[in-house]
Each structure stands twice: as structure tokens, then as C-alpha cells.
């Protein structure tokens, strides 16, 4: 009875661990899609700095597998293994001591999988801290699960592999289920989210993109970031809006691409969709837009922190419009930046930072933009670039 009450507590280990993993791999699935359709609200909660970057991770090659998220992967696997945890740590089925061998090689599997994305994490300048916990969540479900399981012999395992195929066909169907829903799963998903077709479009926006007219960016003014420092084989010049909501959306998605290309630079440029400081906007503005788009610039000058006043704004962007008190915005950011108001402030009315915006401003309006946020890629517009799929295959053909 003791031993029994032993294995009992390590299967409720092993369940808890379980459950765990599938909220962390169920929050990994959502975030995926959020950030590769440009819908994420902003960045991942896991994002803690440049090499703890969830967002990078998501963006890069590694993050799917045959076309379906590895986390929806993960997700599955570990609530089929949940039912055989449950099932034998509650006596619901007829041989408990089968079925918890069976818990225990599902298991093995996800751990083994942990090892194999542990070992393609270590190539790789990026980590997530989400799903670093799901390794160990695994390999500390397979503890419980091979403490609590009865009879654990290779004899024995053996003989249940060969089971699933004759008198034990329900276990291969729960084991079925698994890339069956997997893939049932991220089509039903991507239906239902209107992303089906955006994949089978990204062909045809590359397609456009090559043929578009030539246009010649200043790529010395804006904000610039790249994390390598060799020859971009990549340019990608975004015009947006601080106020903008699509713009803010877009934000995740570009920031994660660059960080999970290297050789991918991002050169930010406003384009206030405010007429005080955009020749391009008729009928005037309330001047809010501009201030924002000086104020940006002003901190890059100030302190060289221009793009966490431009993540401080996007990530405040519901307040900041409803304050409708530039002001107040200004006062608010030169706080989260480190700058004093005072000095930004002055930076804000001077000439030649007005005169900067409307300079970058006008090169949107030279190349005909129709709205923001608009993307160029090697200075040729690529429509629906705030994508990854899209990026994904402009990329792709730049590197052939």
C-alpha cells in the first residue's frame, strides 16, 4: 500500500508538470500566431533582453514544423499524455500498470523532443525562457512519470510497443491523434483568423515587390538597428505612425524578424499622419503625431535611446490617445527614458529636429506610401511586409 501511495504522489507530479506544459506550450501556440500574422498586441511576456527574446525565437525557421507551430506540438502531445497520467493515477482503466508505461513512453518522447530543440536552441543567438521551462517541465514529468509507473522493464516496454498494434489499438489511435489534431488544429486557427491565404499571397507580394520602381531612402536618418554589424543583406525601411494602431501592431513582428536575422537591418522613419509636419496630410493636424515623431528622435539625440521611446509609446499607445495632452505624453516619456524634461523639451522645438521629421516624412510622400505602416525592402515597397510570412519569402529570395 505505501509503495502504491508513493507511485500515486510521483503521477501527480507528473501531472501537474504536464498541465503545466500545456498552458506554457497553449500560450507559445497563441503568441506564434499573433506575432507572425502581425495581430500580437505586443512583445511576449518571456521577452527579458537581446538573448532572452521569445519574439526571436518564434520569428526564426526553428519555430515550426511542417508548416504547425512546434508549441501547438507541444501542446498537443502533452494533453494526450495528461489523459494517460490521469487515467492511471485515478484507476480508470482495467491494467493500470500497462497504461502507466505507456504515460511513461509518451513521456520519453517529449522529452526526447526537448533535447532535440535544447540542442537546435544552443545554435541559435536567441533564447526563450518559455520554452527553456517547458524542457524542464518534461524531463521533471518524466521523473514522476517513471517513478510512478509499475513494472518498468525493457521486457516489458517492448512488449507494450508491440501491443499498440494488436490487442492495444487504442493507445495508437490517442498517438494518432496527436499530428491529426495538430494539424486539424492550426488549419481550423488560421480559418478561422482570415490567415489561411496569407501564405499563398506572400508569393504574390514578393512577386510585386521585385518588379516595383526603384526608390532612394536616406538610410542615415531615422532609427536604425541591426545585430550584426556586417553588410545587410536586408533593408527594411518602415514608415508609420506613433498613433497609429496597425503601426503598433506591426512593431512585434519587424523588431522579431530583424532579431532573428542578423543580417537584417530596420531603419524606422515616421510619417505623422499629422498635416503640422507632414506636407502629405491635408487639413491640418492637432500637432500630437509630430510631437511624438520629434520627441522619438529627440531621445535617440539625447541618450541613443530612441527605440525604447519608440516600444514606450507603442506599448502606451491606447493612454497616450485618450490623454490627447502632448504635453503630458512628453513629460511621461522623458521619464521612462532617462532624459530630463527640460531638455527634452527644448529638443522638441528645435528647428532642425522638426525640420528631420519633416525631411523623413517627405520621403514617404515621395515614394507615394498610401497609408502606414508601409515597408520597403531594398527600397522597393512590399505590401503586407509587416508579415513574417511575407519577409519570410522576400528573405528568402535574397538569399538564393
Not at 536567441?126 to 512519470?145: D, E, K, M, R
Given at each position: 500500500?505505501?509503495?502504491?501511495?508513493?507511485?500515486?504522489?510521483?503521477?501527480?507530479?507528473?501531472?501537474?508538470?504536464?498541465?503545466?506544459?500545456?498552458?506554457?506550450?497553449?500560450?507559445?501556440?497563441?503568441?506564434?500566431?499573433?506575432?507572425?500574422?502581425g495581430t500580437a498586441g505586443g512583445e511576449s511576456v518571456c521577452n527579458i533582453n537581446e538573448v532572452m527574446n521569445c519574439d526571436a525565437v518564434t520569428a526564426s525557421r526553428f519555430s515550426a514544423f511542417l508548416g504547425v507551430p512546434v508549441a501547438m506540438w507541444g501542446m498537443i502531445t502533452n494533453i494526450v499524455l495528461?489523459?494517460?497520467?490521469?487515467?492511471?493515477?485515478?484507476?480508470?482503466?482495467?491494467?493500470?500498470?500497462?497504461?502507466?508505461?505507456?504515460?511513461?513512453?509518451?513521456?520519453?518522447?517529449?522529452?526526447?523532443?526537448?533535447?532535440?530543440?535544447?540542442?537546435?536552441?544552443?545554435?541559435?543567438?536567441?533564447?526563450?525562457?518559455?520554452?527553456?521551462?517547458?524542457?524542464?517541465?518534461?524531463?521533471?514529468?518524466?521523473?514522476?512519470?517513471?517513478?510512478?509507473?509499475?513494472?518498468?522493464?525493457?521486457?516489458?516496454?517492448?512488449?507494450?510497443?508491440?501491443?499498440?498494434?494488436?490487442?492495444?489499438?487504442?493507445?495508437?489511435?490517442?498517438?494518432?491523434?496527436?499530428?491529426?489534431?495538430?494539424?486539424?488544429?492550426?488549419?481550423?486557427?488560421?480559418?478561422?483568423?482570415?490567415?489561411?491565404?496569407?501564405?499563398?499571397?506572400?508569393?504574390?507580394?514578393?512577386?510585386?515587390?521585385?518588379?516595383?520602381?526603384?526608390?532612394?531612402?536616406?538610410?542615415?536618418?531615422?532609427?536604425?538597428?541591426?545585430?550584426?554589424?556586417?553588410?545587410?543583406?536586408?533593408?527594411?525601411?518602415?514608415?508609420?505612425?506613433?498613433?497609429?494602431?496597425?503601426?503598433?501592431?506591426?512593431?512585434?513582428?519587424?523588431?522579431?524578424?530583424?532579431?532573428?536575422?542578423?543580417?537584417?537591418?530596420?531603419?524606422?522613419?515616421?510619417?505623422?499622419?499629422?498635416?503640422?509636419?507632414?506636407?502629405?496630410?491635408?487639413?491640418?493636424?492637432?500637432?500630437?503625431?509630430?510631437?511624438?515623431?520629434?520627441?522619438?528622435?529627440?531621445?535617440?539625440?539625447?541618450?541613443?535611446?530612441?527605440?525604447?521611446?519608440?516600444?514606450?509609446?507603442?506599448?502606451?499607445?491606447?493612454?497616450?490617445?485618450?490623454?490627447?495632452?502632448?504635453?503630458?505624453?512628453?513629460?511621461?516619456?522623458?521619464?521612462?527614458?532617462?532624459?530630463?524634461?527640460?531638455?527634452?523639451?527644448?529638443?522638441?522645438?528645435?528647428?532642425?529636429?522638426?525640420?528631420?521629421?519633416?525631411?523623413?516624412?517627405?520621403?514617404?510622400?515621395?515614394?507615394?506610401?498610401?497609408?502606414?505602416?508601409?515597408?520597403?525592402?531594398?527600397?522597393?515597397?512590399?505590401?503586407?511586409?509587416?508579415?513574417?510570412?511575407?519577409?519570410?519569402?522576400?528573405?528568402?529570395?535574397?538569399?538564393?
Amino acid at each position: 500500500m505505501k509503495n502504491a501511495a508513493n507511485k500515486n504522489k510521483f503521477l501527480l507530479l507528473a501531472l501537474i508538470a504536464t498541465l503545466i506544459a500545456v498552458g506554457v506550450h497553449g500560450y507559445l501556440t497563441q503568441h506564434y500566431y499573433g506575432l507572425k500574422f502581425g495581430t500580437a498586441g505586443g512583445e511576449s511576456v518571456c521577452n527579458i533582453n537581446e538573448v532572452m527574446n521569445c519574439d526571436a525565437v518564434t520569428a526564426s525557421r526553428f519555430s515550426a514544423f511542417l508548416g504547425v507551430p512546434v508549441a501547438m506540438w507541444g501542446m498537443i502531445t502533452n494533453i494526450v499524455l495528461l489523459y494517460f497520467l490521469a487515467v492511471t493515477r485515478f484507476n480508470l482503466v482495467q491494467d493500470k500498470a500497462k497504461t502507466s508505461r505507456y504515460a511513461l513512453l509518451l513521456s520519453g518522447v517529449t522529452v526526447l523532443a526537448s533535447l532535440v530543440m535544447g540542442l537546435i536552441s544552443t545554435t541559435m543567438t536567441n533564447l526563450c525562457l518559455f520554452c527553456i521551462s517547458a524542457y524542464i517541465l518534461s524531463l521533471i514529468g518524466f521523473f514522476g512519470s517513471w517513478m510512478g509507473a509499475e513494472n518498468v522493464s525493457m521486457t516489458n516496454l517492448v512488449e507494450d510497443i508491440k501491443d499498440i498494434f494488436v490487442t492495444e489499438k487504442w493507445v495508437g489511435g490517442f498517438l494518432l491523434a496527436i499530428p491529426a489534431l495538430s494539424f486539424l488544429g492550426n488549419i481550423m486557427y488560421l480559418e478561422s483568423h482570415g490567415f489561411s491565404e496569407v501564405e499563398k499571397l506572400a508569393k504574390e507580394k514578393v512577386a510585386y515587390w521585385q518588379v516595383a520602381p526603384q526608390q532612394n531612402f536616406d538610410l542615415t536618418t531615422g532609427l536604425s538597428f541591426q545585430k550584426s554589424s556586417g553588410e545587410p543583406t536586408m533593408t527594411i525601411v518602415e514608415f508609420a505612425d506613433f498613433r497609429c494602431s496597425h503601426c503598433k501592431h506591426a512593431a512585434p513582428s519587424l523588431h522579431a524578424f530583424i532579431k532573428s536575422h542578423p543580417d537584417v537591418k530596420l531603419i524606422y522613419k515616421p510619417f505623422p499622419l499629422d498635416g503640422t509636419c507632414n506636407e502629405a496630410i491635408r487639413g491640418g493636424g492637432d500637432g500630437i503625431s509630430c510631437g511624438l515623431a520629434f520627441a522619438v528622435m529627440c531621445v535617440e539625440k539625447i541618450n541613443q535611446k530612441g527605440w525604447a521611446a519608440h516600444d514606450y509609446i507603442f506599448d502606451n499607445q491606447e493612454d497616450i490617445i485618450r490623454t490627447q495632452n502632448l504635453d503630458k505624453n512628453l513629460q511621461d516619456l522623458a521619464g521612462a527614458v532617462g532624459v530630463s524634461q527640460e531638455e527634452l523639451a527644448t529638443c522638441v522645438k528645435d528647428p532642425a529636429t522638426q525640420d528631420l521629421v519633416r525631411k523623413m516624412a517627405k520621403e514617404g510622400e515621395s515614394a507615394q506610401i498610401q497609408g502606414t505602416p508601409t515597408i520597403f525592402v531594398n527600397g522597393k515597397l512590399l505590401s503586407g511586409g509587416q508579415l513574417i510570412p511575407v519577409l519570410d519569402a522576400a528573405y528568402k529570395t535574397l538569399k538564393k
